[in-house]
């Protein structure tokens, strides 16, 4: 209670201009007492002007005379001695970033108040005349402000108490008088009243769709939960079978548990990357409710007016007003219909990899004679897992956008003919005038002077082909193609579809039937897949991108890249980098 006491003394014997305790005090004929040093600077300052006292306003015909009140300079010694302190603590003082009182002489404090009739801000002691006066207590405070000159009318000088609505900006009472005469104008707080209104309508979208995408968030939960219990069912199924043919089987069993935790992790992956860009959404929606908020409580009319327009409109969803579940197999569905219809959500039971146990099961029943030909339908099986694209990716319109899909390719050296030389890490064939040494393999093409990559495609993916010379075939194509023979050729059976280019003409081949097109030459193609959707897209690269082809079909298997080089001597082909 003693140190309140203190508090409350220290105010009561501060000077309401230095804010510090009084020194030399004289008391004017309103009754204030201050410093004489500052009441005189005050007056001094103000000299064209009447005097008058800095806390009540009362103005005097002729500065009076200033005489020491030695009782009350008694009182503030004797005080002093007892432990009063006159600056106030530093956390009262306005930093770089506050608002400073405009009455504060010396050192400023900060201003708790700014009035919008007086265009000026007050820290508390000085702001005390607006509470106490009764003309003053007439005047529009609001929150400390920096900007009130931007109230003030730059042609005239007034306050901007109107608005524009022709010209769409705040001008005083004269403006309508000529600069802006016959316009559609109103008061500023008339025109706040509408645009809070818009303001509160955007902002319940902005609430809604907050609460959609959290919604969904909880499903994507829910999905990926349900993709770990599935995948971790299936791998369980799956050994125990296995386990029965562990001396046949057991490095395929290790190449399906592989593949089936990487098409798991795919699919989680896709679900948590969808999961974080609603989240972003949903951040970006607060922080824009919340600009809105903080907007939509200021005070003063004008600064709300003058800030409104920065507030950039609110765009429409881009991924969360549909987006469906795609089934695990034929009969079980996950279906999530658009929230922004007030539709109902239903989720129907998945079902685990069943088609994968399946499909080792006939593996067990067959055995190693229809090994390879059965290992196909497990891929497919595992790869066929697709939750969240039930409809395909929209094709890109530019490269930026193909190049966001794009993969890097490398060359299978198991499959390249001895004629084609290997380099560039793999990514580039070059026609030789010798055969090149390599070892013999099952899957090296004898036939024609072609090469496939060593990557599994599904999903979406770009790539790029630089070609150089003649008779160069940019093509996809199942892993299980014949390797020798006139049908191992890409185009020349149902197993591979491709872009013949020659100097002045292109040629689309597939089951050994040719299509003739016309596009403009260059020495690069690039190739746009999306295996779930059955596209494969040629396009010609240069300056821009011409579609050269389009094949729209159902795939069966994962696809390959690959590359045909005509057999004469320097012609080239190399899978471009695109990262």
């Given at each position: 209670?003693?140190?309140?006491?203190?508090?409350?003394?220290?105010?009561?014997?501060?000077?309401?201009?230095?804010?510090?305790?009084?020194?030399?005090?004289?008391?004017?004929?309103?009754?204030?007492?201050?410093?004489?040093?500052?009441?005189?600077?005050?007056?001094?300052?103000?000299?064209?002007?009447?005097?008058?006292?800095?806390?009540?306003?009362?103005?005097?015909?002729?500065?009076?005379?200033?005489?020491?009140?030695?009782?009350?300079?008694?009182?503030?010694?004797?005080?002093?001695?007892?432990?009063?302190?006159?600056?106030?603590?530093?956390?009262?003082?306005?930093?770089?970033?506050?608002?400073?009182?405009?009455?504060?002489?010396?050192?400023?404090?900060?201003?708790?108040?700014?009035?919008?009739?007086?265009?000026?801000?007050?820290?508390?002691?000085?702001?005390?005349?607006?509470?106490?006066?009764?003309?003053?207590?007439?005047?529009?405070?609001?929150?400390?402000?920096?900007?009130?000159?931007?109230?003030?009318?730059?042609?005239?000088?007034?306050?901007?108490?109107?608005?524009?609505?022709?010209?769409?900006?705040?001008?005083?009472?004269?403006?309508?008088?000529?600069?802006?005469?016959?316009?559609?104008?109103?008061?500023?707080?008339?025109?706040?009243?509408?645009?809070?209104?818009?303001?509160?309508?955007?902002?319940?979208?902005?609430?809604?769709?907050?609460?959609?995408?959290?919604?969904?968030?909880?499903?994507?939960?829910?999905?990926?939960?349900?993709?770990?219990?599935?995948?971790?069912?299936?791998?369980?199924?799956?050994?125990?079978?296995?386990?029965?043919?562990?001396?046949?089987?057991?490095?395929?069993?290790?190449?399906?548990?592989?593949?089936?935790?990487?098409?798991?992790?795919?699919?989680?992956?896709?679900?948590?990357?969808?999961?974080?860009?609603?989240?972003?959404?949903?951040?970006?929606?607060?922080?824009?409710?919340?600009?809105?908020?903080?907007?939509?409580?200021?005070?003063?009319?004008?600064?709300?007016?003058?800030?409104?327009?920065?507030?950039?409109?609110?765009?429409?969803?881009?991924?969360?007003?549909?987006?469906?579940?795609?089934?695990?197999?034929?009969?079980?569905?996950?279906?999530?219909?658009?929230?922004?219809?007030?539709?109902?959500?239903?989720?129907?039971?998945?079902?685990?990899?069943?088609?994968?146990?399946?499909?080792?099961?006939?593996?067990?029943?067959?055995?190693?004679?229809?090994?390879?030909?059965?290992?196909?339908?497990?891929?497919?099986?595992?790869?066929?897992?697709?939750?969240?694209?039930?409809?395909?990716?929209?094709?890109?319109?530019?490269?930026?956008?193909?190049?966001?899909?794009?993969?890097?390719?490398?060359l299978d050296p198991n499959t390249v003919h001895r004629q084609l030389l290997l380099s560039e890490e793999n990514r580039k064939v070059t026609v030789m005038k010798k055969y090149q040494s390599y070892p013999s393999h099952p899957d090296r093409f004898t036939k024609w002077s072609q090469v496939l990559s060593r990557e599994s495609l599904t999903g979406c993916h770009y790539w790029e082909v630089k070609k150089k010379g003649d008779g160069v075939s940019v093509a996809v194509s199942y892993?299980?193609?014949?390797?020798?023979?006139d049908e191992s050729g890409f185009g020349y059976n149902d197993k591979s579809w491709s872009l013949y280019c020659t100097s002045d003409r292109y040629g689309f081949w597939y089951n050994n039937i040719g299509t003739s097109i016309s596009g403009p030459q260059s020495s690069r193609i690039g190739v746009y897949l999306d295996h779930r959707a059955g596209v494969v897209s040629f396009y010609s690269v240069s300056g821009t991108m011409t579609l050269l082809h389009r094949v729209q079909t159902?795939?069966?298997?994962?696809?390959?890249?690959?590359?045909?080089?005509?057999?004469?001597?320097?012609?080239?082909?190399?899978?471009?980098?695109?990262?």
């Amino acid at each position: 209670m003693a140190q309140k006491g203190d508090q409350l003394d220290q105010e009561t014997f501060s000077c309401s201009i230095c804010l510090e305790i009084l020194k030399d005090p004289v008391a004017i004929p309103c009754g204030h007492s201050y410093c004489m040093n500052c009441i005189k600077s005050y007056w001094d300052e103000g000299e064209k002007k009447l005097p008058s006292c800095p806390q009540c306003r009362r103005t005097f015909t002729q500065k009076p005379e200033l005489v020491k009140n030695t009782m009350l300079a008694a009182l503030v010694e004797q005080l002093k001695k007892t432990g009063l302190q006159g600056a106030p603590a530093d956390h009262c003082y306005a930093g770089p970033e506050d608002v400073a009182c405009d009455f504060c002489s010396g050192r400023k404090l900060k201003a708790v108040k700014s009035c919008l009739v007086c265009m000026a801000s007050y820290c508390k002691n000085h702001l005390q005349p607006h509470h106490d006066v009764a003309p003053l207590k007439k005047h529009k405070l609001v929150d400390p402000s920096k900007n009130l000159q931007d109230n003030i009318c730059p042609r005239h000088g007034e306050v901007m108490k109107m608005f524009c609505r022709t010209d769409q900006k705040c001008i005083c009472y004269i403006c309508p008088v000529d600069e802006h005469k016959g316009h559609d104008t109103v008061s500023a707080a008339a025109e706040r009243t509408e645009r809070q209104r818009e303001m509160e309508v955007s902002r319940q979208q902005i609430q809604q769709e907050i609460q959609d995408r959290e919604k969904y968030v909880k499903l994507l939960q829910q999905e990926v939960e349900a993709i770990n219990q599935s995948a971790d069912k299936t791998v369980e199924d799956s050994e125990e079978i296995f386990t029965e043919l562990i001396s046949l089987l057991q490095k395929r069993s290790s190449d399906m548990k592989q593949q089936i935790r990487s098409q798991q992790e795919t699919e989680v992956r896709r679900v948590r990357e969808l999961e974080e860009k609603l989240q972003q959404e949903i951040s970006d929606l607060k922080r824009r409710d919340a600009e809105m908020k903080q907007l939509s409580d200021t005070e003063d009319h004008n600064q709300f007016l003058h800030n409104y327009p920065s507030l950039s409109p609110l765009s429409e969803s881009t991924h969360s007003s549909s987006i469906s579940i795609r089934p695990l197999t034929h009969s079980s569905s996950i279906s999530i219909r658009p929230l922004t219809h007030s539709s109902s959500i239903s989720i129907r039971p998945l079902r685990y990899f069943q088609d994968v146990t399946d499909a080792v099961s006939e593996v067990r029943g067959r055995l190693q004679d229809i090994l390879r030909d059965t290992w196909t339908n497990i891929s497919l099986a595992i790869t066929d897992v697709d939750v969240l694209l039930s409809q395909p990716e929209p094709e890109p319109k530019s490269r930026a956008g193909f190049l966001k899909y794009s993969c890097e390719i490398t060359l299978d050296p198991n499959t390249v003919h001895r004629q084609l030389l290997l380099s560039e890490e793999n990514r580039k064939v070059t026609v030789m005038k010798k055969y090149q040494s390599y070892p013999s393999h099952p899957d090296r093409f004898t036939k024609w002077s072609q090469v496939l990559s060593r990557e599994s495609l599904t999903g979406c993916h770009y790539w790029e082909v630089k070609k150089k010379g003649d008779g160069v075939s940019v093509a996809v194509s199942y892993k299980n193609i014949s390797r020798s023979g006139d049908e191992s050729g890409f185009g020349y059976n149902d197993k591979s579809w491709s872009l013949y280019c020659t100097s002045d003409r292109y040629g689309f081949w597939y089951n050994n039937i040719g299509t003739s097109i016309s596009g403009p030459q260059s020495s690069r193609i690039g190739v746009y897949l999306d295996h779930r959707a059955g596209v494969v897209s040629f396009y010609s690269v240069s300056g821009t991108m011409t579609l050269l082809h389009r094949v729209q079909t159902s795939f069966t298997q994962p696809l390959h890249a690959g590359v045909y080089v005509d057999n004469t001597v320097g012609n080239s082909a190399e899978f471009c980098k695109l990262k």
